[in-house]
Every structure is written in C-alpha cells, then in structure tokens.
C-alpha cells in the first residue's frame, strides 16, 4: 500500500574509505535505502549464489577489485537465472572508454564514475536511484536502460 | 520502584496493525512494520474504514489517494507521448489539468511527494525512453524520431538525449545493437 518501499543497495568494494563514503552517502538521501557492502569480487558471488541471500534492487560494482574483477563478476551475473533483473551500477574510477563500452556490452545499466566530492557522489546516487525507480514502478523497458554518469 | 521500559516499536506496530486486520477478515501480509499488502483493491468506503480504525492507535494509511492520482498521471503522460499528438505535447500541463481534471499545481506538487520526482523530468524521462525504443528498432533516423517526439530540432534531441543517459543517440544505437547481437550469437552457441 505505502509507496515508498525500501530499496536494498549493495555494494563491491575492496577500497575501505570509498566504502565508508558511500555509506555516508545513501546516509544523506531521502530515499529509503537499506545499503550493504561486500570487499572483493570472491565475497560479492558468494553472496549472490547464497540460495537464502536477499537479491539487491541495486549492486554497485568496482572494476577494480583483487581476486575477481568487477567485469568478471558482471559476466557472471549475467548469466545467472535469477539476478537478470538485478540493476548493475559500475563504480569505478577508470574513465577509459574502452572500459566504460566493455562493461555496457556486457550488461551493465549505469557507469557511475567515482565522483571526489562527497557532496556530488549524494547527488549522482539520487539520480540513479530515482530513475531505477521509474524502471521497476513505470514499466520501462529494462533492456534499454543505460545510464553514463 | 520504578522499572525502566525497553520497547521493539516495530513488533508493536505490527501486532496493533494485525489486531485491527484480524476482525476485518481481509486476507493480507504485512511486509514490515511500514508496508502492509492488502490481496485485493478494497473500495473507498473499506479503505475510508480501515484508516479511520487504524488512525484510532496513531497509525495511517499514506497518501494512497494520491498514489492514484499520480499513476493516472503518469498514464496520462505515457498517453500523451504515444498518441503522436503534437498540439498537446506542446501544452502538456494545460493537457493534464484538463484530462485529470485539477488544478496543474496541485498535480505536481503530489506528483513530486510521491515519486521523488517531478513532472517535467517524468515527461522528459518518458520521451527518452521512447526515443531509445525507436532507436533500437532501427528503422527511423534520428531527425525522423526528433520530429515525432516533438523537438525543434536534431540538436536539441541529441542534447536532452545526452544530458538523460550520458549517451549520444548514436554510441547507445551502437550499444544496444552489438548487445543484441551478442545475444543471439550465444543463443545459437548454446
């Protein structure tokens, strides 16, 4: 009945201050959020194929992560049944366009590169998150959804 | 002797609210303390019914009147954008105001309370969203899709297109392509 449902973020990242950051900025939004991380690619799969793990509406993914990488993670979240649906924001702080197009082709919704104000990183996650909104509540077409910020 | 009290708020919430639903004999869940799911649309007077019970012990149903309006909003926009229809692409508020039959003001204020959102970025997102509809299909040109969503020009397309997705019209036509085709590749792989 009540439209403001909580909405379940995750997030990858083996950088401890980037994690803490971005905590403190879901913090900040009025949106109500739920956020959890995990420290490396190896965790995050884990987790997703854990048969009793909540699925996220949300994972924010870093490319750049020891033992599996953000990319490698991706193509095997694509390929899993049941996290099809799942919205893939890669947060990275690369901004080669090779990566960027790689993780697109590769099913990614939104590359979020890592802002370095805190300040804008809360703006650019509203963003995100109203827009992933509209996609679960307004019956867009999720095959279309890409988002470059 | 004074005892001190520790209480779990959200256990008590949903034994008030299960307390109340119990004698309605309506079949529902509660989701959370926050949420509950009612397994049919109950009729104004029920659910005028039900609030005032629950308003009883402080607890309210939210805004569900104005979910409705906002979804009737949103259907009417969707309308809009696919109905071709020009002249009313031009005045969308005057449009609104007329087809839901309030004050524009109004419509926009719940329309943001609701939806984090507001009606011009709603209206801007849904045009975006058929632009890419029409640019995966492939077969019109990126002035012919200006033109039936109403932009003056190719330009102004392309820019709101770009300020929306980050994309330029043309990388996400070749995005959404090359996806494509990589999917078919592993279906016929498989």
Redesign the interface.
């Known amino acids: ?6 909405i379940r973020v995750l997030l990858a990242d083996d950088d401890k201050e980037d994690r803490t950051d971005f905590i403190e900025a879901f913090e900040a939004l ?2 109500k959020t739920s956020v959890q991380t995990v420290n490396d690619g190896l965790e995050l799969m884990q987790y997703l194929k854990d048969p009793s793990a909540v699925i996220p509406h949300l994972l924010f993914l870093d490319l750049n992560m020891p033992k599996k990488t953000g990319l490698e993670c991706l193509m095997e979240i694509k390929q899993m049944d049941k996290l099809k649906d799942l919205t893939v924001v890669i947060y990275s702080t690369s901004s080669s366009e090779k990566d960027i ?1 790689a993780t ?2 590769n ?1 990614a919704n939104v ?1 979020l590169k890592k802002p370095a104000h805190l300040s804008f990183l809360k703006k650019t996650l ?1 963003h995100i ?3 992933n ?2 996609y679960h ?2 019956g ?2 999720r ?2 959804f ?4 | 002797m004074i005892y001190f009290l520790k209480y779990d708020i959200q256990a008590i919430c949903k034994r008030l609210i299960q307390g109340e639903l119990e004698h309605t004999g309506l079949k529902y869940s509660l989701i959370n303390a926050n949420e509950l799911d009612i397994n049919q649309t109950l009729s104004n007077e029920d659910l005028k019914a039900l609030n005032s019970n629950l308003m009883k012990l402080g607890i309210e149903i939210m805004s569900s009147q104005k979910s409705i309006l906002v979804q009737k909003t949103k259907k009417a926009i969707i309308d809009l954008i696919n109905l071709d229809d020009k002249l009313s692409l031009c005045k969308t508020s005057h449009h609104l105001a007329k087809t839901l039959n309030h004050d524009y003001r109004y419509l926009s204020r719940v329309f943001s309370e609701v939806t984090y959102t507001t009606i011009e970025n709603y209206i801007i997102l849904q045009k975006i969203e058929k632009a890419k509809e029409m640019i995966a299909c492939n077969e019109l040109t990126f002035t012919e899709i200006a033109w039936r969503l109403n932009y003056s020009s190719v330009g102004h397309f392309s820019m709101q297109f770009k300020n929306t997705t980050g994309f330029t019209p043309s990388l996400f036509k070749r995005i959404i392509l090359q996806r494509r085709d990589n999917t078919i590749l592993e279906a016929i792989e498989n």
């Open positions: 009945m009540i439209n403001n449902e909580m009025k949106m197009e697109f082709l099913g590359y509203s998150l109203t827009i909104w509209q509540t307004s867009l077409n095959d279309n890409l988002l470059q910020v």
